[in-house]
């Protein structure tokens, strides 16, 4: 080696050693003697054979940048210490090289990891030369060594970000859909460049583009919950019968969330219905969002559906129970007061009540016990679900009082009312003969200027007068007979 390149190679930035592998060469030739044609089969055959070709390399010399890395006082205390150097899986690299130099190539290239003297774990990219003219000899050999440990943890830490964001997505308890809306941003931005500022009248006006925009969504990918939300076997199965699952009244969240993009709106929610593929319904909660680094063609979304189907199942039941009485299914007190104001306030006239009263609950209650008074209220509240409809509604406002309120109803058709009721009361009476329903009652119809209150009043007053005469023994209460008090 002249001065200059022994400067070279003191000087140059990275690990570099010459080595002697002219005793490997000698070993080669001994196993081609014995019939040996596949070098690397026959060193994964037994792992000790590449020891004993390592064994063979001697190394001649290295730069300062080596001595530095591992950590080694001198090319003495290096090689005295090169078994803590190469350990570990270092044979297994060590077969790829030995057998490029067997087929008679001059160049080779691994990745390994080797340690410092210290115990530092380091990977390393190693490279190796025959220096020109010891191709036949194999006794000088040019290696580098170079540290790429950080290069290899970046690519390591990518790999676990990887796998971790996969596993998210794949195990997340809430369905995530990803998704190009890239061809939705083109029609969008083709409609801004026409000129249209008003999209909302857009769409209205133009349908169709909103359908268009809906068959340019591309699903990229769906995870496990997407498929046990909708009830689908596998991925193929779900995106081949998507539109059993977006239909109805799909159409008009997509015209808002259209109408969020137009806006920049990137990031929104709202509650949308989907359908299973078993066809029951799902109540969803829509979140849509951009992707970080997609902000300007859309081509990554995630659409991540929440199933609140339960939750709006309890908020119906909780809205349920707020207006009805649970015993009855007829509408309770709190929603009868509500509706005699709301009919205060409109102008429809005139307006009819029948105010009723269970005769003998008490009685029943004292006599047989809760459950037979309770049962009694049951069957009357069977009969009015049974003739009551929109928009008359009935309601229980008491322990044994019940009231039907007719918006729009006149004397007559709140009198036929009545005859419905009563036999719907003489058919129950029927079925249950040892224990019949009997009624008081009293109706009234609005007159001009006259309060829904006032109205209600008079109602309940001839109620009174029929349960009077009940007790009295001349009751015309109903116990399956169409006579009542009308006012």
Not at 1 to 15: G, K, N, Q, R
Not at 440 to 448: L, M, Q, Y
Request: include cysteine.
């Amino acid at each position: 080696m002249t001065h200059f390149d022994a400067s070279i190679f003191e000087l140059a930035p990275v690990a570099m050693w010459i080595e002697d592998f002219s005793a490997v060469k000698q070993q080669f030739e001994r196993w081609r003697a014995e019939g040996v044609t596949d070098l690397k089969a026959y060193l994964q055959e037994d792992i000790t054979r590449v020891a004993a070709c390592s064994s063979k390399i001697k190394v001649l010399r290295v730069n300062s940048k080596t001595l530095h890395l591992f950590e080694a006082d001198s090319l003495e205390h290096l090689v005295d210490n090169l078994s803590v150097v190469f350990c570990d899986d270092m044979l297994e690299n060590h077969i790829n090289e030995l057998a490029e130099l067997w087929d008679g190539k001059t160049e080779f290239c691994s990745n390994a990891v080797n340690y410092s003297l210290s115990g530092k774990r380091m990977d390393i990219q190693l490279k190796g030369i025959v220096l020109p003219g010891h191709e036949e000899t194999l006794d000088r050999l040019l290696l580098t060594t170079e540290d790429v440990t950080a290069r290899e943890d970046a690519r390591r830490n990518e790999t676990k970000s990887r796998q971790h964001a996969e596993g998210l997505f794949e195990y997340s308890p809430v369905s995530l859909w990803v998704e190009d809306f890239s061809q939705i941003r083109n029609l969008i931005e083709e409609v801004r460049e026409r000129g249209i500022e008003d999209f909302r009248v857009f769409m209205d006006v133009h349908p169709e583009f909103v359908r268009q925009c809906m068959s340019e969504i591309r699903v990229i990918d769906v995870n496990q919950a997407t498929l046990d939300l909708f009830c689908a076997p596998d991925v193929q199965t779900l995106l081949q019968r998507q539109l059993e699952i977006f239909r109805d009244e799909m159409e008009k969240p997509f015209r808002e969330q259209l109408m969020d993009l137009w806006e920049g709106k990137l990031f929104h929610h709202r509650e949308v219905i989907n359908y299973a593929l078993d066809g029951s319904v799902r109540h969803i909660l829509l979140h849509f969002a951009v992707l970080p680094g997609h902000e300007e063609d859309w081509s990554h979304v995630q659409v991540a559906l929440t199933d609140i189907t339960a939750r709006k199942k309890a908020e119906a039941y909780l809205e349920y129970l707020g207006k009805h009485d649970v015993l009855t299914q007829l509408h309770n007190r709190a929603f009868y007061k509500d509706e005699l104001n709301r009919l205060e306030r409109k102008s429809l006239r005139p307006v009819s009540a029948i105010v009723m009263d269970l005769n003998g609950l008490k009685d029943a209650n004292d006599q047989l016990g809760h459950d037979a008074g309770d049962a009694l209220l049951r069957r009357f509240g069977e009969v009015l679900n049974g003739v009551v409809a929109r928009p008359n509604h009935a309601a229980r406002i008491g322990g044994d009082e019940f009231v039907v309120l007719m918006p729009g109803t006149d004397k007559k058709a709140a009198s036929a009312m009545v005859d419905t009721i009563s036999e719907l009361l003489h058919i129950n009476n029927q079925f249950y003969s040892s224990a019949p329903l009997s009624v008081a009652i009293g109706v009234a119809t609005s007159t001009v200027g006259e309060t829904m209150e006032d109205m209600v009043k008079r109602a309940d007053q001839k109620m009174y007068e029929d349960k009077r005469a009940h007790h009295n023994g001349g009751a015309t209460q109903l116990a399956g007979r169409k006579q009542t008090s009308v006012a």
